[in-house]
Structure formats: C-alpha cells, structure tokens
C-alpha cells in the first residue's frame, strides 16, 4: 500500500510537471504567433541606390559628401514581391487574396561597419526613420526612398571626409528594414542591406 502510494504521488507530481512544461511551450508558441500572424511576407529582390546628382542605378552605393560644393541626399530603391506562408497542396500555385497584400508605409536605415566601430555620429552616420509607401502584391513593385540623408553629409563623421579629395574614405553597410501591414491589418517588415562607401570623390565632368 505505501509503494502504491508514492508511486501515486510520484505520478502526480509528474502530471504537474509536464502540464506546467506545456503550459510554457504554449506561451512561446503564442508570441512566435503574435510577431507573425500575417499569412503573407516580404520578399526583397535587390536593393540599389544612385548619386545625389546621378540617375544611374548601382547595386552598391559611392556616396559623395560633396559634389561641385554642394551637398545631395542619395536615393535608394528596394524592389519587393509578396509572399505567402500557406504554399498548399504538392503541385499547386497558391494565389494571393486582396486581404494578403502589403502595404509598406515606413523604414528605417542603420550603418555599420565591418571593423565593428559603430558609434553614430564619431564612426558611422547616425541611423534614422522614413517614409515611403507603395503596395507590394506578387507582382515585383519598387519602392523608392531616401538612403542617405543631407543632414548626415552635414554631420561628423561625414562632413571630416569633405576636401580630402577621396584621401580618406568610410565603407558601411547600410541595413534598411521596411515596414507595413496586410490588408488585415497584421504588421509586417523586412530588411535588406547595400554597400555604402562614403568620400569626397572626384567631381563628374
């Protein structure tokens, strides 16, 4: 009778365990549900930029700080198609719904450098928010927006680069996430990054 007793306790006291463990396991299921409930996502298929002053689109970006004396912002263009998290049944092309397209309203850039010296304003530009909007569906949209801003050419540790005459240069990767929300309302975002090289280079003809 006592061995049936502690085996019923041991059991017992197993029962909580594991429901307590389950309860856990669903609670992170649910956050890993709630950063991602829309059934459709954003798919960056190239980001490229131009010159202030140029129209030419490069996959990676030589920013000029000073161009003929005068300071250009420089514009980036980040090329996107949707996806759908549901690919259904073996064979089959799943098709979008008007519910599960994304409308993207705003992004924000953040520079870094390889040598992991980040500090904005002494190593990199600091790292700001914007706004573009455009729908994205299965078909590829671009959206076009600001990657580098007057203000920064204007700041340290850009500003140091101008008159230097390409002497010196600062090379960063720029990561620009994007974000918005379907037609349901479910937030979505996505983050692509380009190669930016900052200087005063030579001055077009």
Avoid: W
Avoid at 23 to 49: H, W
Avoid at 107 to 117: I, L, P, S
């Amino acid at each position: 009778m006592r061995y049936m007793t502690m085996t019923t306790a041991i059991l017992r006291r197993t029962i909580v365990i594991a429901a307590a463990g389950l309860a856990l396991a669903g609670a992170g299921c649910s956050d890993t549900v709630r950063e991602g409930r829309s059934p459709s996502y954003l798919i960056i298929n190239k980001i490229e930029a131009t010159q202030g002053n140029d129209t030419t689109l490069t996959g990676q970006l030589s920013s000029d700080v000073l161009t003929k004396g005068t300071v250009y912002e420089d514009r980036g263009f980040a090329t996107m198609t949707l996806g759908l998290k549901n690919v259904g049944p073996e064979g089959t092309t799943p098709t979008p719904t008007q519910n599960n397209v994304i409308t993207v309203t705003r992004y924000h850039v953040d520079y870094r450098r390889a040598d992991g010296r980040n500090t904005p304003g002494v190593d990199v530009p600091y790292g700001f928010d914007g706004a573009t909007t455009g729908t994205i569906s299965e078909s590829d949209a671009t959206l076009t927006f600001v990657l580098v801003r007057v203000q920064a050419k204007l700041e340290s540790p850009l500003v140091n680069l101008a008159g230097l005459g390409g002497a010196q240069a600062i090379a960063t990767l720029a990561d620009v996430t994007f974000y918005g929300r379907d037609q349901a309302g479910n937030d979505v975002k996505v983050t692509g990054s380009i190669n930016v090289t900052f200087a005063d280079f030579s001055d077009p003809q």
